[in-house]
């Protein structure tokens, strides 16, 4: 009864943050910046052609999405606290509609580059922005709650390819625009978000600076969860991204590859909403080993052409939780870097900066067909990064169970 009761508080605790309607309006938010992400790679022939691009230069696109992001998630972190919610995740929604719009637009690359930037200042403002919302408006229940919101990323990231594959990579432009207009049209109910902490204290931003004296241990934690999140976004930016061009290199036509790129994001979908539940049950160390083991194997398996499309959903199905599974962890692990939130969303944006030019050399180097085998290594760096920090954290108070 006691335990009924806690929890009763702290939904209703969690209420306050958000009415109904904002609620369903920032799950409408991931969706949209699930389908602004993915509709770079479905686009990258149109865009080669369109201005005389090599595949590492196509690339960049992505990457400078990412370096946005990355400077939007820091950005968020700094403010946050300092500046109500609703004027952060309205500048960010704003942000998005502005780039969406100047990259459909742009009449050269370097401008094209610009709006990519632009637009992904506004994705890192609503990533880490509603991640840490929701991380701290649900209490226990958070994993699930974040899986969930998280699972909204990938409905976004089916959306985007499946419209590109529909329409042909030449009509990406009003793709683009009509996500940036449903991005603008969001700023209506930020009026459900809650502008500051329930107990009306300051919120994290403004004291999260790690103190001098962290220890080395500490430190060590924090640089495998970096890792591990560095690389695992590595690998799910760089399906999200090439698998459309090695499908086509190893024999499928144009449709078919966007479509199964399109099922990638929708088993990445699934596969959050399904261990939503089991995350009230197993330990976020035992989920995410076994996501990182899951996407190795697919990988490896993404390397024979007949194979190739199947394994690459399951590469969707078994990365899924990682991301939000693995924040709540983190926070029990390093509560002495309290800042470390904001620090492994912004560096695992870095993996993907580097996925569409790493990959792109790789293409030029080697082959299409390498493009599996080297997020194979990455994914095996992860599965190795998660072994390590499970026996680490075993011994540290509050660990997760398992």
């Known amino acids: 009864m006691h335990t009924l009761s806690a929890r009763s508080a702290k939904a209703g605790s ?10 369903v309006a920032s799950c409408v938010g991931f969706i949209l910046i699930g389908a602004l992400q993915s509709l770079y790679g479905p686009a990258l022939p149109a865009l080669r052609e369109e201005f005389g691009l090599s595949p590492s230069g196509a690339g960049l696109a992505l990457s400078a999405h990412f370096i946005g992001g990355v400077t939007g998630v820091l950005a968020f972190d700094r403010a946050y606290g300092r500046i109500g919610n609703r004027a952060l995740l309205g500048v960010s929604y704003a942000l998005m509609a502005v780039g969406g719009i100047a990259f459909a637009l742009a009449p050269n690359w370097p401008l094209a580059l610009l709006g990519a930037l632009v637009t992904g200042l506004g994705f890192g403002g609503i990533d880490y922005g509603l991640n840490q919302l929701f991380a701290t408006g649900f209490g226990r229940r958070s994993p699930a709650m974040l899986n969930i919101l ?3 990323f990938g409905i976004g990231a089916i959306i985007g390819p499946a419209l590109i594959g529909a329409l042909g990579a030449d009509r ?16 209506i109910p930020l009026g459900g978000v809650r502008d500051r902490t329930p107990d009306g204290g300051p919120q994290p931003a403004s004291a999260t600076a790690p103190a001098a004296g962290v220890s080395a241990r500490t430190a060590s934690l924090l640089g495998v969860f970096v890792l591990l999140y560095v690389l695992h976004v590595g690998v799910e930016a760089g399906v999200g991204g090439w698998e459309p061009t090695h499908l086509e ?8 590859a966007a479509s199964a790129t399109s099922v990638y994001w929708l088993m990445l979908t699934l596969g959050r909403f399904l261990v939503a539940p089991l995350t009230l049950r197993w330990s976020e160390p035992a989920i995410i080993a076994v996501s990182c083991a899951g996407m190795s194997v697919c990988l490896l398996a993404a390397v024979l052409p007949g194979a190739a499309p199947y394994a690459y959903a399951g590469v969707g199905l078994f990365i899924a939780p990682i991301f939000p599974t693995g924040l709540p962890w983190l926070k029990r692990a390093v509560p002495a870097a309290q800042r470390a939130g904001a620090l492994v969303i912004a560096a695992s944006m870095v993996g993907g900066v580097a996925a569409g030019p790493v990959l792109g050399r790789a293409i030029e180097l080697f082959e299409v067909r390498m493009v599996p085998a080297v997020l194979f290594v ?8 998660t072994w390590w920090l499970t026996r680490a954290t075993r011994a540290v108070p509050g660990a997760p169970r398992g």
């Open 14 to 23: 969690a209420d306050r943050w958000f009415s109904t309607p904002a609620i």
């Open 378 to 385: 990455l994914a095996a760096v992860c599965l190795a990064a």
């Open 249 to 256: 290199a190893v024999g499928y036509g144009t449709a078919l």
């Open 150 to 152: 998280n699972a909204h």
């Open 172 to 187: 990406y432009p009003a793709v683009f625009v009509v996500f940036a207009v449903l991005a603008a049209l969001l700023l």
